[in-house]
C-alpha cells in the first residue's frame, strides 16, 4: 500500500473512533450498539410493515395475520439468539422467557382491543391502521414504564416484594371474575372524550381528524373522528395491561434492556396476530384462567428473588409455555363445535357512516 493511501486510511480509523467509543459505551447496563441494533430493526419492521407491505389501505385476512406474525416470530427469535450468542445463555433465556410472558399476558389485550373497534364500529380495513400507529405510543410508553421500574428495582430492592403481590393479587382477580366481559361502552376515558373533546358520529375515511363546522357555534373546529377514538382507547388500554406485564418480565431479569426488547417485539407480533386471534374470539374462552395461573407463578417468582431463591429461566420457560399451550388446546377442544365468531367489524365505511 501506497504512504499517501495509508496515511488516508489511517486518518479515516482517527476519526471513527469517537464514533466507535461511542458506540461500545455503556447505556442502561448494555453497549450501545445493542440498542442502535434493536432500534434500527424496529425502525425497519415497521417500514416494511405501512410502507411495503400496507401502503394502501386493505383488509387483512386471517391467513396474511399468521403469516405475518410467523415473519415477526422468526426476526424475534433470531434476535434472541443474537443476545444469547453475544451475551450468554443466561441473556438469551431471559429474553426468550420475558418474550413468552408478554405475549401470553398481552392476548387478553387483543380481545379488549376487539370489544373497542365493535363497539365504535371500526370497519376492518381501518383497523390495522390504528394498530399501526398505537404501536408508535406502545414504544413510547412501555420505554417509560419499564425505565421506571427498572429505576424502583436498582434503588428499592423491596419493590419486587410489591411487585409480587400485586401480581399474585392479579392473578387471583382475574381467576374469580374470568367471566366478566370489558364494559368498554362505559369506560371513563371514553365518557370523558365524549364530554370534552368534539368527536364526529361518522367516520371520515383513513383521517384521525377532521375540520368541519360546530355544530352550535358554527366556527370551523377541529373533530375527532372515531378511528381516533379507537385508538386513544387502545393506548389506554395497553398502558392499564403493561401495569401486569412489565412488572411480570422483571421476575426474569432486572436487565432494562431485555425487559424492553421483549416487551417490543412481542407487542410487535401479537399486533400482527390480531386479525386471527379476533376472527375465532370465542374460541379462547378458557384462556384467561391459563393467563390468571402464569401471573400467580411469576408473582410468587418476584416475590422469591429479593429473599435469595432464583428459579431456573429454563424451568420458567417451559412451565409458562406448558400453561400457554395447555390454554389454548383446551379451550379449542372444548369449543370445537361452535363457528369462528369475533366482534371484529367488517362492515363498510359506508355502512358504518348510515348505522352512526
Known sequence: MSEPLQTFYMEKVRRMQPIIGALMGDFLGTPIYFWVAFVGIVIGLLVFDLG????????????????????????????????????????????YTGYLIEQSLAMDNMFVIASIFGLLAIPRIYQHRVLFWGILGVIVFRAVLIGLGAALVHSFDWILFVFGAFLVFTGFRMFTHKDD?????????????????????????????????????????????????????????????????????????????????????AIL??????????????????????????????????????????????????????????????????????????????????ESNNRG
Request: glycine share 6%; charged share 15%; hydrophobic share 50%.
Open 52 to 95: 411495503i407491505l400496507h401502503r394502501e389501505e386493505k383488509e387483512i385476512s386471517a391467513r396474511e395475520s399468521l403469516m405475518l406474525y410467523g415473519f415477526y416470530v422468526v426476526i424475534a427469535l433470531a434476535f434472541g439468539a443474537w443476545v444469547w450468542l453475544s451475551r450468554g445463555q443466561d441473556a438469551g433465556l431471559e429474553f
Open 181 to 265: 366481559e370489558a364494559d368498554m361502552a362505559n369506560n371513563p376515558v371514553l365518557n370523558w372524550l365524549r364530554r370534552h373533546v368534539p368527536i364526529t358520529n361518522e367516520l371520515h375515511g383513513r383521517d384521525f381528524t377532521v375540520r368541519q363546522p360546530h355544530p352550535v357555534t358554527g366556527r370551523l373546529t377541529l373533530f375527532l373522528t372515531p378511528l381516533a377514538v379507537a385508538l386513544i382507547m387502545v393506548e389506554f388500554v395497553d398502558l392499564v395491561f403493561a401495569v401486569d406485564s412489565v412488572p411480570a418480565v422483571f421476575a426474569v431479569t432486572q436487565d432494562t434492556f431485555i425487559v424492553y426488547t421483549s416487551n417490543i417485539f
Open 269 to 350: 407480533g401479537l399486533r400482527a396476530l390480531y386479525f386471527a386471534l379476533a376472527a375465532a374470539i370465542n374460541r379462547f374462552r378458557y384462556l384467561q384462567t391459563s393467563l390468571a395461573i402464569i401471573l400467580v407463578l411469576i408473582g410468587i417468582k418476584i416475590f422469591l428473588v429479593p429473599l435469595g431463591v432464583k428459579i431456573d429461566t429454563l424451568l420458567s420457560l417451559v412451565v409458562t409455555l406448558a400453561i400457554l399451550a395447555g390454554g389454548v388446546i383446551y379451550s379449542l377442544w372444548k369449543t370445537r363445535g361452535e363457528p369462528d365468531t369475533g366482534p371484529i367489524n367488517t362492515e363498510t365505511e359506508a
